[in-house]
């Protein structure tokens, strides 16, 4: 009986391959560096969440690491996968909305967490998406952006002496068709 306990147990607690090739991988990664490098970290956001609001509620949460606790940070949003509802873009002066959901093709922004103060995003961010064999737009998010299937985002983050400094070089440096 013993040993149908202990089978049952191990089979019960067997984790699938590729789960214990990840975990395998995460040990052999590096801790990035504190003072120079780049910190990449990826979140889901729920459909029918908004995507600004949680990005900006994400980043806030590393203010409370101890590896970033004293410094200032800069970052931007590397990518993002999933599909979105009703955006609305601003496309050569004038809003858009559209209806239905679209997939995003491109998700591009750049936010500061200062040592004090509010986690914001420097500028507007950046859409581009697609429905399903239809025409591509993009621009800047005009007001809510609303997750319709759950969306990864991918976010990059790094040390910054001058936030103000860093804002003007990002919204100076997007170029953005």
Same mark, same amino acid.
């Given at each position: 009986?013993? +040993?149908?306990?202990? +089978? ?10 590729? @789960?214990?090739?990840?975990? +395998? ?14 910190? #990449?970290?990826?979140?889901? @956001? !729920? +459909? ?15 203010? !409370? ?40 093709? !491109? ?24 429905? #399903?064999?239809? #025409? @591509?737009?993009?621009?800047? @998010? ?19 002496? !001058? ?15």
């Amino acid at each position: 009986m013993e +040993a149908d306990k202990h +089978a049952n147990s191990s089979e019960e607690q067997r984790e699938p391959e590729w @789960v214990l090739a990840l975990e +395998a991988l995460k040990s052999k990664v590096p801790q990035p560096p504190r003072h120079d490098g780049i910190i #990449v970290q990826y979140f889901t @956001v !729920n +459909a029918g969440e908004e995507i600004k609001g949680k990005i900006l509620s994400y980043v806030g949460e590393l203010k !409370n690491c101890p590896l970033f606790g004293r410094i200032s940070l800069r970052g931007n949003i590397l990518t993002a996968i999933g599909q979105i509802s009703h955006p609305t873009i601003n496309i050569q002066g004038s809003d858009m909305s559209f209806e239905g959901s679209y997939e995003i093709i !491109n998700l591009l922004g750049f936010y500061s967490i200062p040592k004090e103060g509010a986690v914001e995003f420097i500028d507007n961010l950046k859409l581009t998406f697609s429905a #399903v064999g239809s #025409v @591509v737009y993009g621009g800047p @998010v005009m007001g809510e952006l609303i997750a319709h299937s759950p969306i990864q985002v991918v976010l990059g983050s790094y040390e910054c002496d !001058n936030i103000e400094q860093s804002k003007s070089f990002s919204i100076n440096s997007l170029n953005y068709i």
